[in-house]
């Protein structure tokens, strides 16, 4: 008897495997990154299909296998292609996706990882396109807070007293966007630092 497991998580991104089957990278908030594989989903009559597409939001249920999870059920909850109006926006999301991809290695639950990424997901689908031009600024501070925070709580980030304020907070107010654009330069310095320092 197989125990059942079930979390929110995003989906990073799929890859064929077989004739009707898929691998998929998930970001879970219970487990961590994780390879899970989902049976029959790209057969047109599955019920999977459009509940695990890249890039989405979704709750699955999930069995761990020898080599890989599966995924029994799946209930899409939003989607990055569709919920997020600006491509700009939409883009920053990506690259932080391919950082996560590039940064994990193995299983390891982190809740922290999960909320800011979900953090950034919910402040960028309020980014409107009324005026694209206005909201690059903003979509890029939001993009170096995120990837600060993600390298802080993996720790390659050292505790600076000049971003104790930006790693300490999960939010994207506009008092933090203002104080991280002040210290944008510092900032910078310390996700390129930290990132040489990960070797990945």
């Known amino acids: 008897m197989h125990t059942i497991f079930e979390t929110d998580c995003f989906i990073l991104r799929g890859s064929p495997l077989g004739e009707a089957n898929k691998q998929i990278d998930l970001l879970t908030k219970d487990f961590g990154l994780i390879s899970a594989t989902a049976q029959g989903v790209r057969y047109l009559k599955s019920k999977l299909r459009y509940s695990l597409t890249d890039f989405s939001l979704a709750h699955v249920s999930l069995v761990r296998g020898k080599e890989f999870w599966r995924i029994i059920t799946a209930t899409k909850n939003a989607d990055v292609s569709t919920d997020i109006s ?6 920053s999301l990506f690259r932080i996706f391919a950082l996560l991809r590039r940064l994990l290695q193995g299983e390891e639950a982190h809740g922290e990882l999960f909320e800011t990424v979900n953090g950034m997901f919910c402040v960028l689908k309020n ?27 993996l720790g390659y980030v050292k505790d600076d007293p000049a971003l104790r304020t930006f790693v300490e907070s999960s939010g994207f107010g506009d008092d933090v966007l203002k104080q991280s654009s002040d210290a944008r330069k510092t900032m910078i310095a310390e996700i390129n630092r930290a990132l040489k320092a990960s070797h990945l």
């Open 86 to 91: 600006l491509k700009e926006a939409r883009e």
């Open 127 to 153: 980014v409107s396109d009324t005026r694209p031009t206005d909201m690059l600024p903003r979509i890029s501070a939001i993009e170096e807070l995120t990837v600060l925070r993600i390298l802080f709580l």
